[in-house]
């Protein structure tokens, strides 16, 4: 059976939406609400609001939104029994048993289980005769016994059955097995191990799951890393390598690098504080896990091409987050891990030296256009200065502009003044079109054009908005709902997704249940979710909830009695005329 609805309402009840939010998201008094930056998207202006007296979040700027529950499956990434599980941890509640036996909640129950026994597996074959050549590689990689048993390093055997058949003595299925995306299944429906003759690599969430593996391989054969598919319980757009370690030692600053072996050097060479992305460029989903640990990333990519490309891009991402940003090159081409090796015990702190003296990103950025230009060239230093306006234009800073200013003019030996007129010149236009691509935005948002929820919002704009003002009425007043659902039909919703909602509402007031956001979040989904906590937020209180709602049912009315546009290509000359009477009348 599912969890009682008794037990999660009451669960919800003891926990304060603004108390969960606020461990994750500095809030600030706002009215009778509270107010900050989103945690689910950059922005430098908060967005993100809280109102603990509905018990509803809703960012303006990306659309998210719902009640606690909904706030937790977002933020840690857990479908809605994990969610309430942690959830009722912090309430000191116990979860009543729901005798699950299928379905998604119990799915990832296994996949975690089979992953956790797998990664105790790969590191029992690393010891065994057939992994001595990866261990081998790991030593030569000089890391200790402490380090690979820290990191949980492991191996997996040439043979392409030996984890499968292990797996299968445990008791999982092959089906179990390849929704892990621990095996394969061959052209006859056997499964067979994914990873094979590779160094594996365990990745571990917050919570000390094993979600994945990363494996290098021992041979010549490509690709030289494989990592874990997505899974039900793994998305390596949404965690970070040794994250689960360096959360605890970051004290303001995370290490950013390309790979596991960087991650794994650094950390025995003491810098616990490093993480890496998951065989992928850095996504938006992992800037905002970061920004949740520290307030300022050290970049550390490789010195090649590749790694120079990552760090513009990773730059790009970053800094809309308004984390400070170091850029720390490795000199000679080397990596992390071939940079510590090669200075032996002196290693470490020739390291710590490079990362105190690391520049910010945009020295890096400036850097790099020089290397552009032959500012001896007069056209070329030209060339060079316009574009360095138009990246001292993009600080927000005034007083950062004017550093780079100064050591620009001094650097090229030309006057400030000119150089800081061009910056305005682009700040301005950047300005601009910063303002045209906000109206767009508005617009696009007015118009519901591109409402993904509710599609048919657009064709029928003033009904869909009495709609919404409605709704967010009734689930903020008892009474009003209590009035309005014997006297308002279903039927003269205009849209399915709102007509919806409503019928929700009016069947929990039918039964003499409560209503609000937090009791009818069971029905829908996180979209969905996103389109009511907005529907709640962009309808403040009203001064007489009775009045406005007869005006709202009014409304409804009015427009159930207007013609469609199909309606109005097929009606004859009278019916067209009685309309525009009727448009006349509502005018006055």
Do not use: W
């Amino acid at each position: 059976m599912p969890i009682p609805e008794e037990f999660i309402q009451e669960l919800k009840s003891r926990c304060d939406i603004a108390e969960v939010v606020s461990s994750y998201v500095t809030l600030k008094k706002a009215g009778r609400g509270l107010v900050g930056l989103c945690p689910f998207h950059n922005e430098k202006s908060p967005s993100f609001s809280v109102s603990p007296e509905n018990g509803f979040f809703h960012c303006f700027g990306c659309g998210v939104g719902g009640d606690v529950i909904s706030f937790i499956k977002r933020i840690e990434n857990l479908d809605y029994v994990e969610a309430v599980k942690l959830l009722a941890q912090r309430a000191g509640m116990t979860v009543p048993e729901d005798n699950r036996h299928e379905g998604m909640a119990a799915l990832k129950t296994r996949i975690y289980e089979a992953n956790r026994e797998a990664a105790r597996f790969f590191h029992r074959q690393l010891y065994a005769p057939g992994g001595k050549e990866a261990l081998a590689y790991l030593r030569k990689r000089r890391l200790t016994e402490k380090t690979i048993i820290h990191f949980g390093l492991g191996y997996s055997p040439g043979s392409r059955f030996e984890l499968v058949n292990h797996l299968r003595s445990k008791g999982f299925s092959p089906s179990e097995m390849v929704q892990a995306n621990l095996a394969s299944l061959s052209r006859n429906g056997n499964p067979f191990d994914r990873f094979s003759d590779r160094v594996m690599f365990p990745i571990i969430d917050l919570r000390g799951n094993v979600i994945g593996f990363g494996g290098r391989i021992m041979s010549d054969i490509k690709p030289k890393y494989l990592n874990t598919a997505e899974t039900p319980v793994f998305n390596k757009s949404r965690n970070l390598f040794a994250l689960q370690f360096a959360k605890n030692k970051a004290k303001g600053r995370l290490i950013l690098v390309e790979g596991y072996m960087d991650v794994i050097a650094l950390h025995q060479a003491g810098f616990e504080n490093t993480v890496a992305t998951l065989g992928t460029a850095l996504t938006q989903e992992q800037a905002t896990i970061i920004k949740r640990y520290c307030d300022e990333v050290v970049l550390c990519y490789d010195a090649d091409e590749a790694g120079q490309k990552a760090t513009a891009r990773a730059i790009d991402i970053l800094r809309p987050t308004g984390l400070k940003l170091k850029i720390l090159t490795v000199p000679d081409g080397k990596d992390p891990d071939e940079f510590i090796k090669a200075h032996g015990d002196q290693g470490p702190a020739r390291f710590r030296r490079l990362l105190e003296n690391s520049g910010n990103d945009v020295e890096f950025r400036l850097r790099k256009l020089r290397s552009r230009f032959n500012t001896e060239i007069t056209e070329q230093r030209v060339a060079f200065l316009t574009e360095a306006a138009k990246l001292t234009a993009t600080l927000e800073n005034t007083i950062e502009q004017d550093v780079y200013i100064s050591r620009l003019s001094e650097e090229l030996n030309v006057e400030k003044n000119a150089i800081r007129q061009m910056v305005r010149k682009y700040s301005r236009y950047q300005n601009r079109e910063y303002a045209r691509k906000e109206q767009r935005e508005i617009q696009r948002k007015i118009s519901a054009r591109d409402d993904r929820i509710n599609t048919e919002k657009t064709f029928h704009l003033r009904a869909a908005n009495a709609e919404e003002a409605l709704l967010a009425l009734m689930l903020t007043n008892a009474d009003v709902a209590a009035s309005v659902c014997p006297a308002l039909s279903p039927e003269r919703f205009m849209t399915s997704f709102n007509r919806k909602v409503y019928e929700v509402i009016r069947e929990r007031i039918g039964r003499g249940a409560d209503c609000t956001l937090m009791n009818i979040s069971g029905v829908f989904s996180d979209q969905e979710m996103n389109a009511i906590a907005g529907m709640l937020a962009s309808h403040p209180r009203e001064p007489d909830p009775p009045a406005a709602a007869r005006e709202y049912i009014q409304v409804l009315e009015d427009e159930s009695q207007m013609l469609t546009p199909e309606q109005i290509v097929a009606a004859d000359d009278q019916t067209l005329m009685e309309q525009l009477q009727k448009m006349k009348e509502k005018k006055k």
